[in-house]
């Protein structure tokens, strides 16, 4: 338990609760569960057990997604982001910039959190309970956004990660299945003038580009790092 942590929970959690919350947080439950909110790029987001807990670095995906629809001059924008969860990046790019944007992930628990959140958060996202291998829409998107489960199976994670959904950590094909199956999509899913931005795992980039590459042989694709100098955040920008 460090001290950050304990600050929280006597801030957030009334007296007559804390002994409890301070047994929970000695057992490696994650304090975020405890206090039921997380703030992700200014926005309160509420987290219970049926969504994953907005990361630190997934602010900087929304943030260079930003500078990219700037860059490249676009005007309110179709924006389809895969994998939801509590609808943390949805209703950050919905703060931020002119756009109409549906949301879709597998969970219905997780789609009633992201619901919740954005009428919370004053927003306006189209959500959508599906699987991305079956979604299928016939008006096309400009943008595709996704911080998807990115862990291979079996991979070994931090033990708090336990208390989180299963799905939303893991993926086959060693951690690929979703930027495989979002790329084998993309020409069905996306205008051919797009933005593809994700959030990887650190060894994943290489792959990824192959991948991106053999669909969009001309895209340009950008590979950024976090804040520990691991590749995390890939775009594919296709003029
Ligand atoms: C890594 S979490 C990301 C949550 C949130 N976007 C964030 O960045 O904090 C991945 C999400 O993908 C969802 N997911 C897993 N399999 C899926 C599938 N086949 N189709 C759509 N969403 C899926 C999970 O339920 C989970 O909410």
């Known amino acids: 338990m460090n001290n950050f942590d304990r600050d929280l929970i006597c801030k957030y959690i009334p007296l007559d609760k804390q002994e ?20 992700f790029c200014g926005n309160i987001i509420d987290v219970n057990e049926n969504v994953l807990i907005p990361r630190f670095e997934t602010e900087y995906l929304v943030e260079n997604l930003l500078f990219y629809l700037r860059r490249y001059e676009y005007n309110n924008p179709k924006v389809l982001e895969v994998g939801t969860g509590s609808g943390c990046i949805s209703i950050a790019l919905a703060k931020e910039f002119n ?8 969970s219905k628990k997780a789609i009633e ?13 189209n959500f959508i309970c599906e699987d991305i291998a079956k979604y299928q829409t016939r008006h096309k998107y400009n943008v595709l956004v996704a911080n998807p489960p990115y862990v291979a199976l079996h991979e070994e994670v931090d033990p708090k990660t336990k208390y989180e959904p299963h799905n939303a950590i893991f993926a086959k094909e ?66």
């Open 99 to 106: 756009c109409s944007i549906d949301a879709i992930d597998i």
């Open 20 to 39: 409890e919350a301070f047994k929970k947080l000695e057992s490696g439950y994650p304090v975020q569960y405890i206090i039921g909110n997380v703030d």
């Open 113 to 125: 959190v992201a619901m919740h959140n954005a009428k919370k958060n004053n927003t306006s996202i």
């Open 174 to 239: 060693k951690g690929l299945y979703f930027y495989n199956i979002i790329l084998d999509k993309a020409r069905d899913l996306l205008t051919s003038k797009n933005i593809i931005a994700f959030e990887i795992g650190k060894d994943q980039a290489q792959k990824i580009t192959d991948k991106a590459l053999s669909i969009y042989p001309k895209a340009n694709i950008i590979v950024r790092k976090d804040l520990n100098n691991f590749d995390r955040y890939l775009f594919i920008i296709n003029e």
